[in-house]
């Protein structure tokens, strides 16, 4: 089961996409027969404005899912069993030991799954460029699609260097409030 998660992890972001494409396919796409299958008409996901980024979010979050995945199943495995032995022996209910024993462990690793997660959606930009090229009317369109038109099509390479100055501070700004938020909980409890 491990490896069934983790495995579109290690795909390429285009592999991902062309997948996700032929989910999404308003004529023929899996969706679409879903769709079909049941009475109802089939939504182009990908050409409404409404859609397309909901899309692509669903695309990111099954591709992405694998890290976290294995970061929680080592911090849950690094839980000395005894906790778990002592709070059976005192009665605690599962609620109980979960808010505890089981949250508290992994704590750290929450921290830097959310911090990681953060400055990969802020770098957004091969979901968006090859499903939707940041359309339909630009609600794809990430900061990085942004740099990137900017700076590579438009040639306006001043211009995208200081957009991607303003990225890398909105990233930074992101990560240090995660760590500052993440440590003051850490100190309080």
């Not at 404005?49 to 909901?54: G, K, L, N, Q, T």
């Not at 339909?136 to 942004?146: D, E, G, K, M, Q």
């Not at 957009?163 to 930074?172: E, G, R, S, T």
């Given at each position: 089961m491990r490896t069934v998660f983790f495995s579109s992890t290690v795909l390429s972001?285009?592999?991902?996409?062309?997948?996700?494409r032929l989910v999404y396919i308003p004529d023929g796409g899996?969706?679409?027969?879903?769709a079909e299958a049941t009475g109802a008409e089939p939504v182009a996901f990908l050409n409404d404005?409404?859609?397309?980024?909901?899309a692509?979010?669903?695309?990111?979050i099954w591709w992405c899912r694998g890290l976290p995945m294995v970061l929680f199943l080592a911090a849950l495995q690094q839980t000395p069993r005894e906790l778990y032995e002592a709070a059976a022996l005192d009665n605690a209910g599962r609620w109980r030991t979960l808010r505890h024993i089981t949250l508290p462990a992994v704590r750290r690793t929450t921290v830097l799954v959310i911090t990681i997660e953060i400055i990969?959606?802020?770098?957004?930009?091969?979901?968006?460029?090859?499903?939707t090229q940041g359309?339909?009317?630009?609600?794809?369109?990430?900061?990085?699609?942004?740099?990137y038109e900017?700076?590579?099509?438009q040639w306006e390479l001043g211009y995208a260097a200081a957009?991607?100055?303003?990225?890398?501070?909105?990233?930074?700004v992101a990560a240090m409030a995660q760590y500052f938020i993440a440590s003051r909980r850490g100190s309080g409890s």
């Open positions: 972001v285009t592999v991902v996409t062309l997948v996700w899996l969706l679409a027969v879903a404005p409404r859609f397309a980024m909901p692509i979010a669903v695309t990111t990969l959606q802020f770098q957004l930009f091969g979901q968006a460029q090859l499903m359309g339909p009317n630009n609600a794809t369109r990430s900061i990085v699609l942004f740099i900017t700076g590579w099509r957009a991607a100055q303003v990225l890398f501070a909105i990233i930074a």
